[in-house]
């Protein structure tokens, strides 16, 4: 959604670069560029204006000044004035103190609510929470058909007495919305679900009768939160629509939808700025698991490149095998062969994570590579995932009894070329080799990266300091009076040396009858 802004704004910063005193005229053409940056990203004129005018009052004050690295300086005040206009910090549901929690849905038509009320809703039973969908928007048709789908999906049950409208609206006229949202409140008071999420239909912002019909289902189900749900890809038009929503319904929070698509991104940078109301989820995706809550600080820092790895670390925690983990690091600690059923394990619990290229965009820098992670085609994890499931039991353990036979017929299996196989097996050996240095000793050449407690890797050391052999002189009648020497001294040892002193003990004193061996032994000891 920000790769043009987020592209703008990292070559501005790179001219400033390198530079230990930043004049006037440096800052006036950063913020110069920070202003076209956000006007191509369609954020309100009157956003603008107030951001970077904050921006420059901070750049020429003391606190860049006097700062040893006054670039960082810059990008730290743009990173908190970013977070400003985001809403400043995460804002979460207010829970009602009895009684379920009402949440009311409002938006244009078309905004995505009702699968946003999925989606919030499977995000909520994770959380703890036992939710109920309504269906209170009667005026598309199918839209109650569409929310039980989705509730079915999300396994949440879904109340709809009404069937709704329907293409043939003679057999089903419109029942009245705002009588089913009383209904449905009171059923989840009775079945003791804490959370109630009331879909409505979607209006347009100029349309007094569908804007009075909120108003009623407000004033008759009296919500904790009425969430706005606005489409990012709107452009300039998000600002009149949020606020002709907020006279209307009056809401208290705003959700973004379709953050995903390929537009700017101005409707997020401006709707929570001019209403003054926070952002508290983004639905990131057309699964029901694509919804994430708001963090402005994170997405301040997805904008400046500077990534998101809370957000990582918070989803890898939520996906992760815990048990599966603590068996890695055991096996890696003892130093077994990392195998390939480790790897289909490994794999396994990545995809469990999502997308891969969206936990690669949360990496800080990853703009400069995000042309190859969009050519990256998801699907080749799948065919790696293949070929190994096309291997027997004993090929994933032992990958070196992989002749080209069995290559060629786990190739056949898995539906992919020879090659495929090839190099997944050398990538895989190279692996098994790094994997196992670095629990025998640690990486060659990385300093600060020892092998594991108890894992090896005190060869190496030990061979530094055992004592280094003496080389040959080469001057022949020095090296043949060394080898005189050398003959020498063997001798004077060999005459030191007791005979029959193998166990430090002179032939002539051994008497086994100090041994106290069985009777007739003796005849075998040669005496």
Known sequence: ??????????????????????????????????????????????????????????????????????????????????????????????????????????????????????????????????????????QRPNAVTQLQIVGQRAKVPVFAPHPGATYTELEHPAGDPVEVARAGVEEARQKLHDIVIVDTAGRLGVDADMMEQARQIRRAIVPNEVLFVIDSMIGQDAVNTAL????????????????????????????????????????????????????????????????????????????????????????????????????????????????????????????????????????????????????????????????????????????VHVSEVNGLLERFAQAQKMMKKMAQGGMPGMPGMPGLPGAGGGARKNAKSAPKKKAKSGNPAKAAQERKDAEARRANAAKALPTGAAFGQQAGDFDPSQLNLPKGFDKFLGK
């Not at 930043?22 to 309100?44: F, H, N, P, S």
């Not at 939808?257 to 101005?266: C, E, I, T, V």
């Open 244 to 415: 002709a929503f907020d006279e209307g319904v009056n809401f208290t929070g705003i959700v973004l939808s379709k953050l995903d698509g390929d537009a700017r991104g101005g409707a997020a940078l401006s709707v929570a700025s001019v209403t003054g109301k926070p952002v508290m989820f983004a639905s990131t995706g057309e699964g029901l698991d694509d919804f994430e809550l708001f963090h402005p600080d994170r997405m301040a820092s997805r904008i400046l490149d500077m990534g998101d790895v809370l957000t990582l670390i918070e989803q890898a925690e939520k996906s992760w095998d815990k048990d599966e983990a603590a068996r890695m690091a055991k096996k890696f600690a003892d130093q077994e062969d990392f195998t390939l059923d480790d790897f289909l394990a490994q794999m396994q619990q990545i995809r469990n994570m999502g997308s891969m290229k969206k936990m690669l965009m949360m990496m800080p820098g990853a703009q400069n590579i995000r042309q190859q992670l969009e050519q990256f085609d998801e699907r080749e994890i799948d065919r790696v995932e293949a070929i190994v499931r096309s291997m027997t039991p004993h090929e994933r353990v032992a990958p070196k009894i992989i002749n080209g036979s069995r290559r060629a017929r786990i190739a056949r299996g898995s539906g």
């Open 1 to 138: 959604m920000f790769n043009s802004l987020s592209d703008r704004l990292t070559a501005t910063f790179k001219n400033l670069r390198g530079k230990g005193r930043l004049t006037e005229a440096d800052v006036d053409a950063t913020v110069r560029e920070i202003r076209r940056a956000l006007l191509d990203a369609d954020v309100a004129v009157p956003v603008v204006r107030e951001f970077t005018g904050r921006v420059r009052e901070r750049a020429l004050g003391a606190e860049v000044s006097g700062a040893l690295n006054p670039s960082q300086q810059i990008v730290k005040i743009v990173n908190e004035e970013l977070v400003e206009i985001l809403g400043g910090e995460t804002r979460r549901i207010r829970l009602a103190k009895s009684g379920p929690t009402i949440i009311m849905l409002a938006g244009l038509q078309g905004a995505g609510k009702t699968t946003l009320a999925g989606k919030l809703s499977k995000w909520l039973k994770s959380q703890g929470h036992s939710p109920m969908l309504v269906a209170c928007d009667l």
